[in-house]
């Protein structure tokens, strides 16, 4: 079983730390920057052996060259963004899969806020990292893709498990509520919601990982074929891809 630590880093950043401990192996998950990297890991796993890159964005990717340089782990990202992830070693594409000590990923292609944007999905450890396609209850921005991209690569995250828990790369899950609540008042897993992060927050503890269920109930991004979110925008007729480009289009500006 792999043990995951979340290691806050930037403004409102995680990064993960896996380990498996029956092989030793240890993977630092998007390292937005050396420092705070560097302090967990030199207390007690002492190595780095793989870094995991979900996009070429720089807070996601910060890390890499130094950490790399002090520990020597082997890159993996996307091979569609092997000019743009520092130090990249291991250039994969969708459904390819690789063993991390003793345990399986499957790489999910997601395309969207960026081109070559990937999750690392394990199925056995019932973990999805998401970087910044999916938030708790909301989603990355729209930069390298277009809606129907983004829209899709959500669609194929909400068909895994359930129970998957989901692993993301930004702490937005507050204001991402008060947007979801704005035009879903009346949800009442939204209401629970509220309560559980504020909690959370309080304690100055993550709000994350949560599970593809208790998404499905709350994130309004993933809700878009509901006709209680069309009424409530007044797009009864609309699609679900003009309904999801309406939400992306006012969250940018919320
Ligand atoms: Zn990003
Ligand atoms: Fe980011």
Redesign the pocket.
Known sequence: MLNIDIVPCLQDNYSFVLHDKVTNTVAVVDPSEFEPINNFIKKKLKKIDYIFNT?H?F??TGGNLELKKKYNPKIIGSAEDEKRIPGIDIKLLDNDAFNFGNVNFNIIHVPG??SGHICFYSKKEKIIFT??TLFSLGC?KV?EGTHLQMLNSLSRIKKLPKDTNIYC?HEYTKKNLEFCTKFESGNNFLKEKKNWITLKLNKKEPTIPVTIAEELNTNIFLRCDLLTIKKSLGMENSSEVEIFKKLRDLKDSF
């Open positions: 996009h964005h807070d996601h806020h960026t970087g910044d990355g930069f790369g």
